[in-house]
């Protein structure tokens, strides 16, 4: 593991964390991970981002990028250093992060920092990501634990990504989608909200 960076703290640029995902739905391993992530490097706030269109998951499994907006407003609301970004689903095309990144820097400025939070698995792959070389200008990417996926560098450049260990918890989406399918509870694996949200918008029943 790679020590995180400490901030500068009060006066410096504002620091940023941007978690980014599909979140279908959001569950307590996304926001534990954020959670972690905030503390380790001292971040102002993190903003979740839902993803528009995930080129990377199949198109027929992916739920409504409003359903899933909404599950990640209603996940985070009560957390006052977590936000929600509609920047991903508003872009048409395909979610590249180097287009999230750029619209970032020109949201809150050039100086920001950003710091773009990831689980093992999503590390593993980001070399596969548009423009990979580029993205690592615009943030410092952190990879976080999760359980069944080995953390290590892919191959990043120098100084652009930190390994971190977050609390395991053995959470997936597709779980949570398959246990609701088949009946099973959710209850504990997302937030009580989500729950209640699932199951009034009847998701992931076939
Ligand atoms: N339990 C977890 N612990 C740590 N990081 C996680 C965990 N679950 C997801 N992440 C990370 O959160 C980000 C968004 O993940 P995503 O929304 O694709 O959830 P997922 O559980 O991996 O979904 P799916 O099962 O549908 O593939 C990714 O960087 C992923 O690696
Ligand atoms: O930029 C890309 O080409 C790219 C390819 C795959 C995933 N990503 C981003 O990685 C984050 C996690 O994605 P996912 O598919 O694991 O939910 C999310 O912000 C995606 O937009 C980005």
């Keep these: ?61 992916v739920t409504s990028a409003e359903d899933r907006y909404l599950m990640t407003v209603i996940a985070t609301a009560s957390n006052p250093r977590f936000s929600v970004s509609r920047i991903d689903i508003d872009r048409p095309g395909p979610t590249y992060t180097i287009d999230t990144l750029r619209e970032m820097r020109k949201i809150y400025g050039p100086e920001v920092e950003l710091f773009f939070i990831t689980g093992a698995d999503a590390l593993a792959k980001m070399l596969t990501w548009r423009n990979a070389a580029d993205m690592f200008t615009l943030a410092h990417f952190v990879g976080c634990t999760r359980p069944g996926h080995r953390l290590t560098d892919p191959g990043l450049p120098k100084g652009g990504v930190s390994l971190v260990e977050v609390p395991a918890l053995a959470i997936s989406s597709t779980e949570c989608r398959d246990r609701v399918r088949a009946g099973e509870p959710i209850w504990y694996l997302v937030p009580d909200g989500i729950v209640q949200y699932i199951n009034k918008r009847h998701l992931y029943r076939q």
């Design 1 to 61: 593991m790679v020590a995180p960076m400490t901030s500068s703290t009060a006066g410096g640029p504002r620091r940023l964390g941007v978690m980014g995902g599909t979140f279908d739905p959001i569950h307590h391993g996304h926001l534990v991970a954020a959670s972690e992530v905030a503390h380790l490097f001292e971040l102002d706030e993190v903003i979740f981002v839902p993803t528009g269109r995930p080129w990377q998951k199949s198109e027929s499994t």
